[in-house]
């Protein structure tokens, strides 16, 4: 695919910043030498960390050149450095390996996450955050555009795979940690209309049913996404509406 878009991202970053807060509060560490920030995206997961933990030396990692590039310029006291997170490892004495939002890109995570929890030194931390919506009408919507337009052959892998039980992941990481924290929260984002939540969903969970189109197919696409969305979504008394977003959240202390 094309690479990340950051303006697009930044369009909702308050909102998108609010589950690495939230995960951000539950990491049990007092203090920290050497933090990765994996899948860091503009760097604003990053500058939580450096708040956090100011005296630590903070290392943001991400697969796109152009979210590297605001992270730099955001943050030009923190390293930043391109990576794939499918092969990437923490090094010996990494205390936090921090991900919002990027293993769940990942079809195989469920292994890779055992593997990076396990190359931590006893005590480190492993924290992850990621979305758990595909049951949304965002993302089933994505789907019944995606199959029954004429593009249904090109985009029928173009879905994500749902994110497994909680009960699945504490399997696959007990044999590597000493305690393991798990929880969903549902956030419910105050958008202006249905057409927010289009463009919401472009930066993320949009673009691997777009990439693959036409210009004109795009437009054919989107248009019939955002009535379906529209009808989805109905505004509440002052016009806006609610996006309801399910999230899961994992920490593992090593």
Not at 117 to 143: F, I, K, S
Request: proline share 9%.
């Amino acid at each position: 695919m094309s690479d990340w878009s950051p303006s697009l991202y930044a369009r909702f970053e308050d909102e998108r910043t609010r589950p690495a807060r939230d995960l951000v509060a539950q990491v049990p560490l007092d203090a920290a030498r050497r933090i990765v920030d994996m899948g860091c995206g503009p760097g604003n997961s990053t500058e939580l960390l450096v708040a956090r933990w100011p005296a630590a030396s903070v290392l943001g990692l991400d697969s796109s050149p152009a979210m590297l590039e605001e992270a730099r310029k955001r943050l030009p006291q923190a390293s930043f450095a391109q990576a794939d997170a499918n092969v990437w490892r923490p090094e010996p004495g990494t205390d936090l390996v921090f991900a919002n939002a990027i293993y769940q890109w990942l079809p195989n995570h469920l292994e890779v996450l055992p593997e990076v929890l396990a190359a931590l030194d006893e005590g480190a931390c492993l924290a992850v955050q990621m979305p758990d919506n595909l049951a949304e009408p965002t993302h089933r919507l994505m789907r019944e555009v995606a199959a029954e337009g004429p593009w249904a052959e090109r985009l029928e892998g173009a879905a994500r795979l749902p994110l497994p039980s909680p009960h699945v992941y504490y399997d696959a990481l007990q044999p590597f940690a000493r305690r393991i924290e798990l929880w969903h929260s549902i956030y419910n984002h105050v958008l202006a209309d249905a057409a927010a939540i289009v463009e919401w969903v472009k930066s993320t969970g949009l673009r691997p049913f777009l990439e693959p189109l036409s210009a004109d197919e795009r437009t054919a696409f989107l248009a019939d996404y955002t009535g379906r969305i529209a009808r989805a979504y109905p505004p509440t008394i002052d016009g806006r509406v609610l996006l309801r977003f399910p999230r899961l959240f994992i920490v593992a202390v090593r």
